[in-house]
């Protein structure tokens, strides 16, 4: 790109409407003086390839990806990370020489990197992990937790064949639990993982009996809407240390943004007040 154009980013889905990212990375660049700007941009699954190859063309530096388009990037990119392969998914996609599309997804990055800063003390070798759900947000999930070398992941899901082909991806450290059953593992967990829709704002509770939290376990959800889901609030009540979603969304905007804006951001309070 010619030095005198303003780098353009933005992200694509399908709604994109209710998407934070764009209220988050105009923070950053008005926080930080940088040229630049930041638009949400709906586009239907049939337009996504062409969109994407044009957009390079007119000044676009790199976009992120959202439903529905997450998987289909895959195919369009021109290089694909290592984690967005394992994965199976994009969400950060930067435009290089000659427009070419590096994929890459760094939901787990942000996951980790949430954890750490929320509960700085985890470790998570420190035992097993319970996770729910086993959607695209779950992949991620339990790439980073392995990654990081959590000893072993019971995975449970309200359709068990669905956690059965994460077992078949991921391997031996992956033990599938029936959903009647996840509430009989939470004691033995040192770090539990919410990465359904359950319990977000117009969506049915997490029904899964909480009772077998134990003080000093790790409690995070992915969902942010509420902040303070009810997964979370009983896990506060039982003396877990509880970690909000919101962190995740901050956290996994941070690499694209040092790639398309050259500044790395920090997320912080005011960060988090900007976004809320």
């Known amino acids: 790109m010619s030095a005198d154009r303003i780098p353009l980013a933005g992200v694509i889905g399908s709604p994109i409407a209710h998407s934070l990212s764009p209220l988050l990375h105009g923070h950053w660049l008005k926080s930080y003086g940088l040229p630049g700007h930041y638009i949400p941009m709906e586009v239907p699954a049939a337009k996504l390839e062409e969109t994407l190859r044009l957009l390079p063309e007119i000044g676009f530096v790199g976009v992120n990806i959202t439903i529905p388009h997450k998987e289909r990037v895959m195919e369009i990119a021109d290089v694909v990370s290592d984690r967005a392969t394992l994965i199976g998914a994009a969400n950060t996609l930067t435009f290089r020489e000659g427009g070419r599309i590096y994929a890459d997804n760094t939901d787990g990055y942000g996951f980790i990197e949430n954890l750490k800063q929320g509960a700085p003390e985890w470790r998570a070798a420190?035992?097993?992990?319970?996770?729910?759900?086993?959607?695209?947000?779950?992949?991620?999930?339990?790439?980073?937790?392995?990654?990081?070398?959590?000893?072993?992941?019971?995975?449970?899901?309200?359709?068990?064949?669905?956690?059965?082909?994460?077992?078949?991806?991921?391997?031996?450290?992956?033990?599938?639990?029936?959903?009647?059953?996840?509430?009989?593992?939470?004691?033995?967990?040192?770090?539990?993982v919410n990465t359904s829709s359950l319990g977000m704002v117009g969506k049915p509770e997490l029904r899964v009996p909480l009772d077998g939290l134990r003080p000093g376990t790790l409690v995070t959800d992915i969902v942010y809407t509420p902040?303070?889901?009810?997964?979370?609030?009983?896990?506060?009540?039982?003396?877990?240390?509880?970690?909000?979603?919101?962190?995740?969304?901050?956290?996994?905007a941070v690499p694209g943004f040092e790639r398309w804006f050259g500044q790395r951001p920090v997320v912080d309070q005011a960060t988090r007040d900007a976004v809320l």
């Open 126 to 192: 420190a035992g097993p992990a319970v996770v729910l759900g086993a959607g695209g947000a779950s992949r991620a999930v339990i790439a980073s937790l392995l990654e990081a070398g959590v000893p072993k992941i019971y995975l449970s899901n309200r359709t068990r064949t669905r956690a059965e082909a994460l077992r078949e991806d991921f391997g031996q450290r992956i033990h599938v639990i029936d959903w009647v059953h996840a509430g009989n593992v939470l004691e033995e967990a040192n770090t539990v």
């Open 227 to 252: 902040l303070e889901t009810r997964l979370l609030r009983i896990g506060r009540e039982l003396g877990c240390t509880c970690v909000d979603g919101l962190g995740m969304l901050l956290h996994q």
